[in-house]
């Protein structure tokens, strides 16, 4: 995925989640009080705007929207939106500004300050600093290019940098963490201008399980065969719910991939199981099914003649 592509992605995410969160009870603290909200909705409308302000260095200037639903918890003003889950240790907050490059510019500090500020965001997020596995940083690129009608030749112009984005992955013990992350940008001035952190609490039970299934491939486990691949390689780990769900499942996992006998197949095929060698159930992203008239038919196409 480049870079374009993938600031999209995370620029939906955040809209995503936030219209999960569908801040159904709008307040401004400018002008109103909190008085028709419940003293649970209060103190968590409290802890949000604390996680906002005093963690992540927000600035949340003139009227704020503010509201929960399910196990989300959010706030957004002209400029930012931020959104926490209640039940994970997961974040996501965008400014609309950092997305303006032509007008708010972009960050241009080394990769090391880059990724000492999200040290310090994720520090302040009670991230333990010894579960991130890896950390990278990578920079959007783009190139214009001109087709000469006469001549049929391009002409590219000078490459242009971009955005820059802290990457993190994560571990525990040793045992992968798949679906946890930290993405990271700033604006110039150093402040967020996009955050995601998805780094649930993992229960000791589910890593002592990994561990025990790191014991068995270590002593000799074997995958099963899938027609037309090889093993290409075997590691446990952890998998979770993604960001946006409502539900948190955490497992552990023995995760098989296998590259295809046939070198003009690219994808290689990935599979998750347990230790008897049976597929593990993906963690779940809804709690509960969605609603009858949520559902999408299926229409069965008339019968011809």
């Known amino acids: 995925m480049n870079m374009t592509i993938k600031k999209l992605a995370l620029i939906l995410g955040a809209a995503l989640t936030f219209t999960l969160l569908g801040c159904n009870k709008p307040s401004n603290p400018e002008t109103s009080n909190n008085s028709a909200l419940s003293p649970q909705e209060q103190e968590i409308q409290r802890k949000t705007k604390q996680a906002a302000v005093e963690s992540l260095g927000l600035k949340l200037e003139g009227a704020i929207d503010a509201g929960n639903k399910d196990n989300f918890s959010g706030l957004r003003t002209e400029n930012i939106t931020f959104t926490q ?29 880059l990724l000492k500020r999200s040290h310090e965001l994720l520090e302040r997020l009670k991230i333990p600093s010894a579960e991130i596995a890896s950390e990278k940083v990578v920079q959007e690129k783009t190139q214009i290019g001109q087709r000469d009608s006469k001549t049929g030749k391009f002409k590219l112009d000078p490459i242009e940098l971009g955005k820059k984005w802290a990457l993190m992955s994560r571990q525990i013990d040793g045992l992968p963490v798949f679906s946890s992350r930290a993405t990271i940008g700033l604006v110039p001035s150093g402040e967020i201008g996009f955050l995601e952190v998805h780094w649930p609490e993992i229960p000791e039970k589910v890593t002592e399980e990994a561990r025990r299934y790191r014991d068995l491939v270590a002593k000799g486990w074997h995958a099963p065969e899938q027609k037309g691949t090889r093993v290409e390689s ?72």
């Not at 240790?89 to 510019?105: L, P, Q």
């Not at 006998?261 to 509960?288: E, H, T």
């Open 234 to 305: 075997v590691t446990v780990g952890i998998l979770h719910s993604p960001a946006a769900a409502t539900a948190l499942d955490i497992t552990p996992v023995i995760r098989v991939v296998y590259a295809p006998l046939d070198k003009s197949i690219g994808k290689r095929p990935v599979g998750y199981f347990n230790p008897d060698g049976k597929p593990v159930a993906m963690p779940r992203v809804l709690l509960q099914p969605p609603r009858e008239e949520l559902k999408t038919e299926r229409l069965t196409p008339p019968k011809a003649g």
């Open 85 to 113: 889950r209640l039940d994970s240790r997961t974040f996501v907050a965008y400014d609309k500004r950092f997305s303006n490059t032509k007008e708010t510019g972009i960050y241009k500090d080394a990769d090391e300050m």
